[in-house]
């Protein structure tokens, strides 16, 4: 049945072109001179305070940042950061989404065998925290046994783990703390300066330092790849320089009211944090959440719908063609689809497809993988909705002459598209809500700024509920959308 | 008067059962031609014969100057398209009116009845509309241009069928048991538009059950039994059938009428 589609795919494939070309606020563009210099770009939480954060006014700031920047812009680059969930860095390093990993990497010797790091700039020890209605666990020896919360990458995980805890992963020292307060976990394992910092700005979590690790202090640094030699030696001999010139030294200052850019780091630490009220962190997040929404959000749900409906379209034809050539590649297609997790599509797409050579920025990749989910989906409403055309309706276009183009274009679809309306409507709920899934790939969406609040503030519940709020008005004005279409395509039916 | 429409030797099978075994009759213009039979006997295939809604297996159709003969095979790539471009010229020279008229519920009357001049045929939509607003009036549909298939009686909707038809200004008009899916008392109003067609002197070939109507029009009678045409002659087939299968039949549809 099928027999020109050229137009239409090749629409689809400017489309691709396009997105490949621009890809929306997924990055933060900062340094200084504006000049030519090289840009680095640098992976970073942006949860993780004080290191790596957002201040009130959504900008990211924090320890590793400040050094980050200085030490580039002595070393002669611009910097651009790239924020996602701690285990998520390592990858896109490998992938070479980013040059840099500033975010308190610990140097390890299975890190050292595969990566590169600068001299350290951090000097700290790990802590045990615990639950102050906790008295049993005072040492690493204790901690058999015990249920602990711990990023699964992170070294903390292996060194909880080793002592023989029982890990569970989670996102970020936040949540771990978190779940460690609701008595969720007995222990999070951690270092002295992160918890410290947490605690100054929480002090009503029900959670103390019970005790330090052991006595080896461990050392955090910048992390390269290992074919960036030449990158790697200038940050470092632009960090010695810093470092000799007191400018760490100061930045440190700042955040801890210590200097833990030396070896003799610990005892003393007093942590700035200025604690906001829930209202206050509500107010001051409710906006970037919105921008997020309109920037992110709904032109990944836009163009998503509209690439997945041309895909849809296309496959559902091809699904009823009389070539089997066409059919069968399309029942493939629509079975993967359908059939495999899409969070699991997304990672495919996202780290996966780099292997092969093709590295898309992450919104352009939430944009093929939700863009390929609704195809396949989509393409059985539509060819069922074809389907439910009276064959009455093929005949006569046939005996007025027309062509199958012409057949599906002014006769058949505009009747099965009002069929298809209700279940089309389901689909695009469903994809406003999975767009929420592009947080997992560095984008900076509705609810990865929740989340990135939330981790910061502790502010789980609010903040989340925020989110859903947002979603569900989206959705709310989309079903409102569905009435109307639907009353104008039933104009005609009686 | 040289025939308009020529049928030799249609044979179909569906399936193993054999439906058409070698049916042949000729068409003057101008005339029109009824075909009767029992169900089953392949009336309607015969029909949809004509503008190739079914492909027969084997024999020849000729309007005009159209002609596509099954018996030459239509194999590869040039023979198929060779085979689609007869196909579609055949085609051109009927339009068709449906049993359930098959209106496009999505567009309006006058939409239905522009649809083929304008995006078939590539005429202009004024005239086009013009076209079919006289065509409205002849089938008594004035002022309801506007409407949509849903929004009419049956009767008017076959009448919009009809006028539909006659917009492709074809040579031929072939209809389809245009009454049985009517209301009895909505069968008049699509007869008396039919019966003005013959009278205007359309070529016409129909399928129906309509016997005391298909005495006032036709010109020539086909009945068909068992896949063949079992008697041919003019309208007095109908009064005074040769044939015992045709008498049968007669008094059978006679009796329940």
């Known amino acids: 049945m099928v027999r020109r589609c050229t137009p239409v795919l090749l629409a689809l494939g400017a489309l691709l072109a396009l997105l490949l070309g621009a890809s929306p606020a997924t990055a933060d563009g900062t340094g200084g001179s504006g000049g030519d210099r090289p840009v680095l770009r640098v992976g970073t939480e942006g949860t993780y305070e004080p290191f790596s954060f957002e201040d009130a006014d959504g900008d ?66 790990g802590v045990i925290v615990t639950r102050t209605d906790t008295d049993d666990i005072t040492s690493l020896a204790d901690v058999a046994g015990v249920r602990a919360a711990q990023s699964e990458t992170s070294n903390w995980a292996q060194v909880a783990r080793d002592a023989g805890a029982d890990v569970q992963s989670v996102d970020g020292l936040p949540q771990a703390l978190e779940l460690l307060a609701q008595g969720r976990v007995d222990v999070v394992i951690n270092d002295n300066i992160a918890v410290l910092s947490y605690l100054s700005t929480r002090d009503d979590a029900p959670v103390e330092i019970a005790g330090d690790v052991d006595d080896e ?35 440190s200052e700042d955040y801890f009211g210590a200097d833990v850019s030396v070896e003799n780091t610990g005892e003393g630490v007093d942590p700035e944090g200025t604690a906001r009220t829930r209202w206050e962190v509500v107010r001051d997040t409710a906006g970037p959440m919105a921008l997020g929404a309109l920037r992110v959000t709904l032109p990944l749900t836009v163009i998503s719908f509209a690439a997945g409906l041309a895909l849809a379209l296309l496959a559902a034809l091809a699904r009823m063609s009389s070539s089997r050539w066409l059919r069968w590649p399309a029942r493939t297609y629509i079975s993967i689809i359908r059939g495999t997790p899409l969070l699991v599509q997304l990672f495919i797409v996202y780290y996966g497809l780099p292997e092969l050579g093709l590295r898309l920025p992450g919104f352009t990749a939430a944009c093929v993988a939700l863009s390929l989910n609704v195809g396949g989906y989509a393409a059985e409403v539509i060819r069922s909705s074809i389907l439910s055309v009276p064959r009455g309706q093929f005949e006569a276009a046939t005996t007025l002459g027309m ?19 209700p279940p089309l409507s389901n689909t695009l709920l469903s994809l406003i809500k999975d767009t929420s899934l592009a947080s997992v790939v560095l984008v900076t969406e509705l609810f990865r700024e929740a989340q990135t609040v939330a981790q910061n503030t502790g502010e789980f519940l609010v903040l989340y509920t925020l989110a859903a709020a947002y979603y569900w008005i989206i959705c709310l004005v989309v079903s409102a959308g569905q009435g109307r279409l639907e009353k104008r395509l039933a104009r005609y039916s009686t | ?61 000729r309007i005009a100057d159209a002609e596509v003969d099954f018996d030459v095979p239509a ?34 009357v006058l939409g239905n009845l522009v649809e083929g001049p304008v995006q078939v045929q590539g005429r202009p939509v004024e005239e086009a509309e013009a076209d079919a607003r006289g065509l409205l009036e002849q089938v008594g549909l004035a002022g309801r241009e506007t409407a949509y298939p849903a929004q009419l009686s049956g009767g008017q909707q076959q009448r919009v069928g009809i006028a539909r038809a006659l917009a492709l200004h074809p040579e031929v008009v072939l209809l389809d048991e245009p009454t049985s899916a009517l209301d009895p008392e909505l069968v008049g109003e699509v007869l008396g538009v039919i019966r003005d067609l013959a009278a205007e002197g359309r070529t016409m070939v129909i399928v129906t059950h309509e016997v005391r109507f298909a005495r006032d029009v036709a010109d020539q009678v086909l009945f068909l039994d068992g896949g063949v045409v079992a008697e041919r002659g003019g309208a007095e087939v109908l009064t005074d059938p040769r044939e015992p299968r045709t008498q049968q039949f007669l008094s059978r549809v006679l009796e329940k009428g």
């Open chain 1, 60 to 125: 990211l700031t924090g320890y590793d940042v400040d050094v980050m920047r200085a030490v580039a812009d002595e070393a002669g680059y611009d910097v651009e950061f790239v924020q996602g969930a701690f285990d998520s860095l390592f990858p896109a390093l490998d992938a070479d989404r980013i040059d840099v990993i500033a975010n308190q990497i610990t140097i390890n010797p299975e890190r050292e065998a595969r990566y590169l790091f600068t001299q350290p700039y951090t000097y700290s020890r």
């Open chain 2, 75 to 108: 194999h590869g790539r040039a023979g198929r398209a060779r085979r689609a471009r007869e196909v579609k010229a055949l085609r051109a020279r009927s339009g068709m009116v449906f049993q359930s008229h098959h209106l496009f519920p999505h567009k309006t």
């Open chain 1, 403 to 421: 062509g199958y183009r012409q057949t599906m274009r002014r006769i058949v679809l505009p009747q099965a598209s009002r069929i298809a309306v």
């Open chain 1, 217 to 251: 202090v461990s050392e955090q640094a910048l992390v390269l790849r290992q074919d960036e030699q030449e990158v790697r030696d200038r940050l470092d001999q632009a960090q010695q320089r810093l470092a000799a010139d007191g400018t760490l030294a100061g930045i």
């Open chain 2, 1 to 61: 008067m040289s025939d308009l429409i020529e049928v030799r030797g249609l044979r179909k099978a569906f399936g193993g059962t054999e439906v058409l075994r070698d049916v042949g009759f000729t068409s003057a213009a101008g005339t029109t031609t009824v075909v009767l039979g029992p169900s089953g006997s392949g009336k309607t295939t015969v029909l949809r014969s004509l503008n190739v809604l079914e492909t027969p297996d084997a024999g020849s159709v």
